[in-house]
């Protein structure tokens, strides 16, 4: 099993910058794919960003590309979501999710994600 943990979301206003991370435990999570997804009341699970297991590739969602930058340092089984620029219409709870699946790919659907965080709440004020 892997554990996932969210942290350092909070309440900012538009403009400002966040920085998310997500601490993987139980397993060595340094050969799949991780990802960030955020989710409102209402909606589904949507992806934001995406990276491959070295780093080597990323993928962004057009509302946060240019915006949002992942990374992952995998000697300490991290992924981090820095945040500038951020909108009202980021506000959202923010999930880290890892593809059990060793292919290197970045899938943007939520279904191909294995494992899950609690998520953190993230929201822009106007």
């Known amino acids: 099993q892997v554990q996932l943990v969210e942290s350092g979301g909070g309440l900012v206003q538009a403009g400002d910058s966040l920085r998310l991370s997500c601490a993987a435990s139980?397993?060595?999570?340094?050969?799949?794919?991780m990802g960030w997804f955020r989710q409102t009341p209402g909606k589904s699970r949507e992806f934001v960003a995406g990276?491959?297991?070295?780093?080597?590739?990323?993928n962004y969602a057009d509302a946060v590309k240019g915006r949002f930058t992942i990374s992952r340092d995998n000697s300490k089984s991290m992924v981090y979501l820095q945040m500038d620029s951020l909108k009202p219409e980021d506000t959202a709870v923010y999930y880290c999710?890892?593809?059990?699946?060793?292919?290197?790919?970045?899938?943007?659907?939520?279904?191909?994600?294995?494992?899950w965080g609690q998520g953190t709440q993230v929201t822009v004020s106007s």
């Open positions: 990276i491959t297991w070295n780093g080597g590739r990323t």
């Open positions: 139980g397993r060595p999570v340094n050969t799949y794919t």
């Open positions: 999710a890892l593809r059990w699946r060793k292919d290197d790919t970045i899938p943007i659907m939520a279904n191909e994600y294995e494992y």
